[in-house]
Structures are given as structure tokens and as C-alpha cells.
């Protein structure tokens, strides 16, 4: 009786609205769904835009006065909210347009991402222990595995939520880092505890610097093994073979750089005022600029409507090699500043 009465309230609704509009129907149908898709389009441009970097004394604004830590814990506040707080939200797990027809933002964000893992890390083993016997932060130790979630879930629980409540235990730390009374929270600046992040975000750099000359392909010699003769490996492979990067995932290695880059801008400003005596003591303070000088030129303005992948010399630029470039500059830098740092 009562799937009778819902089909004859369906059945009335139909033919008043077949009444009201007659043939007039499709296309009205026609024009909301242009209008929608109209609005996603320029909804997914606009919340396609970086956020920009902050001022290059951001972090050096007070120093004099603030616990040394507190400037990288911040960097490490500010990126992680940016990410989740930034035009969009965080879009990698989004499962509704515009956010799931959006390929380019996710890598962004997945290249910031690895970068705020990296430090957590980084923060929760070395930063904050004077020696590897030491007791590690309990902020910090909840901090970091909640960092490394997976990305892409979007629900029971969502990838923000766990991002979330990474940062509130990070702000933790901060707020007993800046209290007397706690002498629990801890931060080290040492050159030993600054080149063991270095060592990890040197290796991401020669990585992305890897895939972004890939977008060419050419044939690459197998050095996996070079330099000592009593080396070994799982499994033979060959001495050469042919690398190239597909090209549907040209302009998302493009975007994972340039988002690692613009997050290591912040923690390597920051990194500057921790550990300003450290890199003074060694003369290595004009390293450290240099390689944010590099890094920022990744973040310039792409006129390009899309990231274009010429040859080399060819007619069309390239730009995955222009952005390998300056991450090739960058990652050398990074090995000369860590090699400063290991001399007496």
C-alpha cells in the first residue's frame, strides 16, 4: 500500500512538472548542467593556485628572543596547516568534484607531505634527543606516525583529521619547549642532529632530480654497484636500459617537486635561526642561503597553460629539466653544506 502511494506521489510530481515546462525541459536541464560544470571548472582553477611563500624574514623576527627550536617547530606548525587550511582544503582524498578530477594539487601536496613526514621524523629521533640512548618526546612520538597516514582516505578517520592531530601534538611540544617549568621538551641543535635531516632530504632531492630528467628518457648506465668491488645485489640487471617517465606523470613529478621545494624553503628559513651559531661556527651560514636561493627559483610563475615537455634543444620548453635544474643546484649545495658540517 505504501510503495502504491509513493509511486502515485512520484507519478503526480512528473506530470506537474512535465505541465510547468513542457519541452522546455531538456534544455534547462542542459543549461544547469553547463552552469555546474562552469562553476567546478573555475572552482578547480582557483583552488589549484600555491600558496604563496612567506616573507624571508618570517622566521628571523625576534630570534634573539625566542627558545632555540621554536622557529622549525613553527615552520613545521605552518606548512602542515597550510596544507589542510590552504584554498580547497586538502584535496588528495576528495572523492566529489572539482578535488577528484584534480591530479596536479594532490601532488603538490603529496610533495609538501613528504617533506613534513621527513622532519617529524627527524624532530621525534635526532632534534629533540641528546644521544640515541636518550628518552624520545612523547608529543613528538605521536606526532610522527600520525604524519606518515595515508593520504588518500576519506573517512573512519580522514586523512585530515589524523593530519590534525599530528599538528595539535606538534603545538604540544612547542608550548612546552617555550615553558621554564618544562624541562622535559628539548631541542638540540647540533651539527650532528642537522646533517642527519640533511642526509634525508639530500636523497629526496637526487631522487626528484632523477625523475624530473627522466621526462625526456634517454638510456641511464647501471652504477648501483659502482665504486666497491665486493658489492652485491638481490637480483642481475642489466647495464643500461631506457628511463622515462609516462608521460600522464610528466606534470605530476613536476608538481611533487615544486611542492617539496616550497616546503623545504620554510624549514630550511627556519633551520637557519635554530641553528645559527652551529652554521656560524663553521662558516657555513652563505651555504645554507644558497640553497634556498635555488629552491626558490622553483616557485617562479608558470605561464605555461600546462607543463610543457620539450626535448632538450628543442622548439617547446621543458619544463620537468628547468625544474631539475635548480633541485640538481639545490642537492649539491646540500652535500657541500653537509660536508661543512662534518669538518672540525
Same mark, same amino acid.
Given at each position: 500500500? !505504501? %510503495?502504491? $502511494? /509513493?509511486? *502515485? @506521489?512520484?507519478?503526480? #510530481? ?7 515546462? +513542457?519541452? !522546455? %525541459?531538456? $534544455? /534547462?536541464? *542542459? @543549461?544547469?548542467?553547463? #552552469? ?7 572552482? +578547480? ?300
Amino acid at each position: 500500500m !505504501a %510503495l502504491e $502511494k /509513493i509511486k *502515485g @506521489v512520484l507519478g503526480g #510530481l512528473k506530470e506537474s512538472v512535465s505541465e510547468r515546462f +513542457g519541452p !522546455a %525541459l531538456p $534544455k /534547462i536541464i *542542459g @543549461v544547469a548542467l553547463a #552552469l555546474y560544470l562552469v562553476f567546478i571548472s573555475v572552482l +578547480g582553477i582557483y583552488w589549484s593556485a600555491t600558496p604563496d611563500l612567506p616573507e624571508t624574514s618570517y622566521y628571523a623576527e625576534s630570534a634573539s628572543d625566542r627558545i632555540v627550536g621554536t622557529a622549525t617547530t613553527s615552520a613545521l606548525v605552518d606548512v602542515a596547516e597550510t596544507l589542510l587550511d590552504k584554498p580547497g582544503g586538502f584535496i588528495s582524498n576528495d572523492i566529489t568534484p572539482p578535488g577528484v578530477f584534480m591530479d596536479n594539487m594532490p601532488a603538490w601536496e603529496y610533495g609538501v607531505l613528504i617533506q613534513v613526514r621527513d622532519l617529524s621524523r627527524a624532530m621525534r629521533e635526532s632534534f629533540s634527543r641528546s644521544q640515541s640512548q636518550s628518552q624520545e618526546d612523547v608529543d613528538l612520538a605521536k606526532a610522527e606516525p600520525r604524519f606518515n597516514f595515508s593520504n588518500n582516505s576519506w573517512a573512519i578517520p580522514a586523512s585530515e583529521s589524523e593530519y590534525r592531530q599530528a599538528i595539535k601534538h606538534v603545538k604540544s611540544f612547542r608550548d612546552r619547549l617555550n615553558d621554564s617549568r618544562e624541562g622535559d621538551a628539548q631541542f638540540y641543535a647540533r651539527a650532528d642532529n642537522l646533517r642527519y635531516w640533511l642526509t634525508v632530504v639530500e636523497s629526496r632531492m637526487g631522487s626528484l632530480s632523477q625523475r624530473l630528467s627522466a621526462s625526456v628518457g634517454r638510456p641511464r648506465l647501471n652504477t648501483d654497484l659502482a665504486n666497491d668491488p665486493t658489492a652485491r645485489q638481490s637480483t642481475p640487471t642489466s647495464t643500461e636500459k631506457q628511463v622515462k617517465t609516462p608521460w600522464l606523470k610528466i606534470d605530476d613529478v613536476f608538481y611533487e617537486a615544486r611542492g617539496s621545494a616550497w616546503a623545504l624553503i620554510h624549514f630550511l628559513r627556519a633551520v637557519e635561526v635554530d641553528f645559527a651559531d652551529v652554521l656560524a661556527n663553521k662558516n657555513a651560514t652563505v651555504s645554507l642561503r644558497q640553497i634556498i636561493r635555488e629552491l626558490e627559483g622553483t616557485q617562479q610563475t608558470i605561464y605555461s597553460p600546462m607543463v610543457l615537455n620539450g626535448t632538450g634543444f628543442g622548439f617547446l620548453a621543458n619544463h620537468s629539466l628547468v625544474m631539475g635544474s635548480y633541485i640538481s643546484r639545490a642537492n649539491a649545495a646540500i652535500i657541500d653544506l653537509r660536508d661543512l658540517l662534518s669538518q672540525g
